[in-house]
């Protein structure tokens, strides 16, 4: 079901139950000060597994894509989530405008679905994660690109 190399973790869930399993577990162990790209196509859970690390963090309720506001904020009690849905976003300057650079701090968790729409302004990923088909589920592929995203990315390989 798992498969190891130092940069990457490839997981494989069968359907979305299982996923969502692994996401709570994935929340106990999650650093702060992070930044975790959510790249996949439409229709490829990259908002459910945003729920599920955020409810898994503690947030009783829905977990919507904040798709028209862009960011939602989730003010835990561990550490603070920014869910970014940046699919409706026009122009990466839009997220200067929204004063985006102060959301990014060690003491916060940013996933942000459609990274790609905010090239330029967003900060680059720590990790990212990548969505696609796998059978009737979906394949998982986690890349760090920082020392704090492969300390996670350590974290979330004995999970
Ligand atoms: P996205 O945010 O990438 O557009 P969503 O999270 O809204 O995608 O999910 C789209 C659909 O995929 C939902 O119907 C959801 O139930 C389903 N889904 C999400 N994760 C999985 C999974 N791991 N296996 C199978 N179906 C899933
Ligand atoms: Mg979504």
Same mark, same amino acid.
């Given at each position: 079901m798992e498969e190891v190399s130092e940069k990457s973790l490839t997981l494989n869930f069968a359907d979305e139950a299982l996923m969502?399993?692994?996401?709570?577990?994935?929340?106990?162990?999650?650093? +702060?000060?992070?930044?975790i790209h959510l790249v996949g196509d439409l229709g490829m859970g990259k908002t459910t597994l945003s729920r599920g690390l955020i409810q898994g963090l503690g947030h009783v309720g829905n977990v919507k894509s904040p798709t028209y506001t862009? #960011?939602?904020? !989730?003010?835990?009690? $561990?550490?603070? #989530? !920014?869910?970014?849905? %940046? !699919? $409706?976003?026009?122009?990466?300057?839009?997220?200067?405008f929204m004063g985006v650079?102060? !959301?990014?701090?060690? +003491?916060?968790? +940013?996933? =942000?679905?459609w990274p790609e729409k905010g090239a330029g #302004? %967003?900060?680059?990923?720590? =990790? +990212? =994660?990548? =969505?696609?088909?796998?059978?009737?589920? $979906?394949?998982l592929t986690l890349t760090a690109s920082s020392p704090n995203g492969q300390a996670q990315l350590d974290r979330w390989k004995n999970c």
């Amino acid at each position: 079901m798992e498969e190891v190399s130092e940069k990457s973790l490839t997981l494989n869930f069968a359907d979305e139950a299982l996923m969502l399993v692994w996401a709570k577990t994935a929340a106990a162990v999650l650093n +702060s000060g992070l930044v975790i790209h959510l790249v996949g196509d439409l229709g490829m859970g990259k908002t459910t597994l945003s729920r599920g690390l955020i409810q898994g963090l503690g947030h009783v309720g829905n977990v919507k894509s904040p798709t028209y506001t862009l #960011v939602e904020p !989730y003010e835990l009690e $561990r550490l603070t #989530v !920014y869910h970014f849905d %940046l !699919y $409706r976003l026009a122009d990466p300057e839009e997220l200067e405008f929204m004063g985006v650079r102060d !959301y990014f701090g060690p +003491s916060t968790v +940013s996933l =942000i679905e459609w990274p790609e729409k905010g090239a330029g #302004v %967003l900060p680059a990923a720590d =990790i +990212s =994660i990548n =969505i696609t088909q796998w059978h009737l589920g $979906r394949c998982l592929t986690l890349t760090a690109s920082s020392p704090n995203g492969q300390a996670q990315l350590d974290r979330w390989k004995n999970c």
